[in-house]
């Protein structure tokens, strides 16, 4: 099992930026693709991106490509995802999860991200 907090949140300027983190309790967590969701108030969860297990790989929906990366670093058990260029509609609780066979089986419990001027 592991465990995931994230932190880097808070209250930014339109075209500003910011870093979330996303950090893993647990030897197995060099093991899991890491996902990053969010959700906006009255909207749907949604898919912002994935990283693989090495890092080697990456995956971002749409409407963050170009402005968002996500890394990690393994041996520190932390999953980073560095947002620039934030517009206020990048706006709510963004989450990180860890990806077991079929599915994001463990989270974190959010961190708040408000793009306004």
């Known amino acids: 099992q592991v465990q995931l907090v994230e932190s880097g949140g808070g209250l930014v300027q339109p075209g500003g930026s910011l870093r979330l983190s996303c950090a893993g309790s647990?030897?197995?967590?060099?093991?899991?693709?890491m996902g990053w969701f969010r959700q906006a108030p009255g909207k749907e969860r949604e898919f912002v991106g994935r990283i693989s297990q090495s890092g080697g790989s990456t995956y971002y929906a749409d409407s963050v490509k170009g402005r968002f990366t996500i890394s990690r670093d393994n041996a520190k058990r932390t999953v980073y995802l560095q947002m620039n260029s934030l517009k206020p509609e990048d706006t709510a609780v963004y989450y990180c999860a860890a990806r077991l066979v079929t599915t994001y089986g463990y989270w974190g419990q959010g961190t708040q991200v408000t793009v306004s001027s």
């Open positions: 647990g030897r197995a967590f060099s093991s899991y693709p």
